[in-house]
T-cell receptor, first 117, second 115 residues
């Protein structure tokens, strides 16, 4: 079936360190999946961080970036230098743009990130 | 910008009772609304998708009898958890979007505790 697997949390890093949160997907019923990273800050709803709809492309936002790699079915989230304000839960997700009426997002389990000052 | 207000933020209900949560879209027309649940230690599961002028589509393991949804206009949707039990506890999230080519905007969630 279709699924998303991402780095188990919690993840703790120090400010200014680099970060990578792994995400791999399985899209057996979706021909051209769209890939997303969502973030949920404490007390807030899910916010779209970045998305990529074409294999081989890279998405970036707020210093984060992720490349849609169809060969390895991966969409790892990276940031060169994290800040304390990046502390949140990060969700990798895939969506089917071809689903009729609307689409369904399939989420990973979420990765809790804590950035220490 | 597009915003979705979801309320209540958290609620406690007694086992066997029901509770209703609501979402209000501001700044755009919510032609589609998706309701998700995140149970403890799990990821977000889609409960149902509601599209204006179409039947509400429930996912496997979720039914209209248990989670009735109302989507009466382009700015509002509500979902009720009927006869709530322990396994219904978790974070419920609504997401709304306008048209098929835009991304969903999510509310802040309703955390349900059942005692």
């Amino acid at each position: 079936g279709d699924s998303v697997t991402q780095t188990e949390g919690p993840v703790t890093v120090s400010e200014s360190e680099s970060l990578i949160i792994n995400c791999t997907y399985s899209a057996t019923s979706i021909a051209y999946p769209n890939l997303f990273w969502y973030v949920r800050y404490p007390g807030e709803g899910l916010q779209l961080l970045l998305k990529v709809i074409t294999a081989g492309q890279k998405g970036s936002s707020r210093g984060f970036e992720a490349t849609y790699n169809k060969e390895t079915t991966s969409f790892h989230l990276q940031k060169a230098s994290v800040q304390e304000s990046d502390s949140a839960v990060y969700y990798c997700a895939l969506g089917d743009p071809a689903s009729s009426g609307s689409w369904q997002l399939i989420f990973g389990s979420g990765t809790q990130l804590t950035v220490m000052p | 910008g597009a915003l979705v207000y979801q309320y209540p933020r958290r609620t406690i209900c007694k086992s066997g009772t029901s509770m209703r949560m609501e979402c209000q879209a501001v700044g755009f027309q919510a032609t589609s609304v998706a309701w998700y649940r995140q149970s403890p230690q799990k990821t977000f599961e889609l409960i149902a998708l509601s599209t204006v002028n179409s039947a509400i589509k429930y996912e496997q393991n979720f039914t209209q009898e248990k989670f009735p949804i109302s989507h009466p206009n382009l700015s509002f949707s509500s979902m009720t958890v009927l006869n709530a039990y322990l396994e219904d506890r978790g974070l419920y999230l609504c997401g709304a979007r306008q048209g098929q080519n835009s991304d969903y905007t999510f509310g802040s969630g309703t955390r349900l505790l059942v005692i």
